[in-house]
């Protein structure tokens, strides 16, 4: 098992300039989630998702946008990239919220905005 | 929303306790502990539901206060291996929130 899998790893854009971040999961996981981290913020929910054809939005979810059309991915859209978008993000998924178990996180992808 | 940790850091030599403070201004039904390496991703560590007993993971142990809505983590006789950040996690409704994070790091 792969487990959680992020593409790319590393990324750099120009402001206004869109992308699209990969998260794949062989765990058959209902539940899928992006989180954003940067220094001193701790992580933040960006869009989450209960299963597929199914998402939502989280704490920040302003200039992303994602969709669950199986139950295996979910990807993260940049619309218009802005330096303030600049981060670390994880994808993170869990069999079903609240049901007791913890959450397996993808590698990451470093994205920069210049 | 998001839970607040305490202290945001500290600095241990091996062989020191520690222990992590985790508050949540909404009622706890379960809480979890991740620790995350520089340069790495989250791992999960241990969940503790309502009503549930004490867990642990090597040395690491954990409590649940329902009534003060808190959870600590307890580092006994630490290892340089435990250095890292620990993150308490609280899920709300469909969401689930990340705490402030704490920096542990352990020295020879």
């Known amino acids: 098992n792969a487990g959680v899998t992020q593409t790319p790893k590393f990324q750099v854009l120009k402001t206004g300039q869109s992308m699209t971040l990969q998260c794949a999961q062989d765990?058959?996981?209902?539940?899928m989630s992006w989180y954003r981290q940067d220094p001193g913020m701790g992580l933040r929910l960006i869009h989450y998702?209960?299963?597929?054809?199914?998402?939502d939005q989280g704490e920040v979810p302003n200039g992303y946008n994602v969709s669950r059309s199986t139950t295996e991915d979910f990807p993260l859209r940049l619309l218009s990239a802005a330096p303030s978008q600049t981060s670390v993000y994880f994808c993170?998924?869990?069999?079903?919220?609240?049901?007791?178990?913890?959450?397996?996180f993808g590698s990451g992808t470093r994205l920069t905005v210049v | 929303q998001q839970p607040v940790q305490s202290p945001q850091a500290v600095i241990l030599r091996e062989g020191e306790d520690a222990v992590i403070n985790c508050s949540s201004s909404?009622?706890?039904?379960?809480v979890h502990w991740y620790r995350q390496k520089h340069g790495e991703a989250p791992v999960f560590l241990m969940i503790?539901?309502?009503?549930?007993e004490q867990m642990r993971h090597e040395k690491i142990s954990a409590s649940f206060n329902e009534k003060k809505q808190q959870s600590s983590l307890y580092l006994t006789a630490s290892q340089l291996s435990y250095s890292g950040t620990y993150f308490c996690?609280?899920?709300?409704?469909?969401?689930?929130?990340f705490g402030t994070g704490t920096s542990l790091t352990v020295i020879p």
């Open positions: 503790l539901l309502k009503g549930g």
């Open positions: 993170a998924t869990v069999p079903g919220q609240g049901k007791g178990y913890g959450y397996t």
């Open positions: 765990m058959n996981h209902e539940y």
């Open positions: 998702s209960v299963g597929a054809g199914i998402t």
């Open positions: 909404k009622a706890l039904y379960s």
């Open positions: 996690g609280i899920p709300t409704g469909n969401q689930f929130y």
